[in-house]
């Protein structure tokens, strides 16, 4: 497989610093943590790995890290968060590349009722009727709070039983009783196999972001930078990310 993906890319010169410092969002981590393995084993390189919302304050956010002047190679996060950054001069205008489409899902305990998001009625009526509802403080959670739950007429009813999780899984908040039910990227739900997935949000309040790397300014190495973003983004790795509950970019 690892050959497979590497075919038509070059490896980088070996003079340069073998090691690549990435910063990645949940999104894409799933897909991230199969196919990085991969990519050490073809090309010997180093992936040091830092993890952090694609948006928001929390203190380990993509955009708080930034902030602070933390050194990165690539970039990985929502396509909205990247921008960001590409606006604020902290990674290479022209470096985007889409590595994945996602959805948004939401999970429960296994041994609860399954309740029904099939609808916009029934999703906004389980809103309504659960105890406790925790979200994303990052992208996922950010349309909800901002948009959905207004757009649904719930934001007030819900108001005090609905959280923004920070610096943290929805799943591991759900599995420890936390909350009844729990919404994040599909990819970040589906690792939770001690929760039963109920499924994404109906397809006409469904929001389908991008998760895209961009090669940092001040990168070390940007041509290794370039080469692990362009493994990443192969049509060979888009079974992969497929298995993680996201749609390849290749396939649009």
């Known amino acids: 497989m690892s050959l497979g993906l590497m075919a038509g890319c070059a490896t980088p010169s070996a003079t340069h610093p073998t090691e690549i410092r990435v910063i990645t969002s949940g999104g894409f981590s ?14 010997g390189y180093k992936v040091i790995t830092s993890r952090g919302a694609s948006l928001g304050n929390a203190p380990d956010s993509i955009p708080s890290r930034f902030a602070r002047g933390e050194q990165f190679d690539v ?6 968060g990247l921008e960001q950054l590409i606006t604020q001069g902290k990674v290479q205008k022209g470096s985007r590349v889409d590595l994945a489409r996602s959805m948004i899902g939401m999970s429960v305990r296994k041994g ?59 799943g ?15 990819s970040e739900l589906l690792p939770f196999k001690e929760l039963e997935f109920v499924g994404p949000l109906p397809d ?5 972001v991008f998760f895209s790397a961009g090669v940092a300014t001040g990168a070390r190495n940007p041509d290794a930078a370039t080469h692990l973003i362009r493994f990443l983004a192969a049509p060979a790795a888009a079974p992969i990310v497929r298995s993680t509950g996201m749609e390849p970019a290749v396939a649009r």
Do not use: W
């Not at 970039?75 to 909205?80: G, H, Q, R, Y």
């Not at 591991?172 to 599909?186: E, K, N, P, S, Y």
């Open 172 to 186: 591991a908040v759900v599995l420890r009783g936390d909350a009844d039910i729990g919404f994040q990227q599909v």
């Open 30 to 43: 799933a897909a991230y943590d199969q196919l990085v393995p991969l990519y050490e084993q073809a090309t």
């Open 75 to 80: 970039v990985i996060l929502a396509d909205s």
């Open 204 to 208: 006409e309040v469904q929001q389908r």
């Open 112 to 170: 609860t009722p399954k309740p029904d998001i099939s609808t916009v009625e029934a999703l906004k009526q389980t809103l309504l009727d659960a105890k406790s509802i925790a979200y994303s403080a990052s992208a996922s959670g950010t349309y909800l709070s901002n948009e959905l739950f207004p757009r649904l007429g719930v934001a007030e009813q819900i108001k005090g039983k609905a959280t923004r999780i920070l610096s943290e899984r929805v």
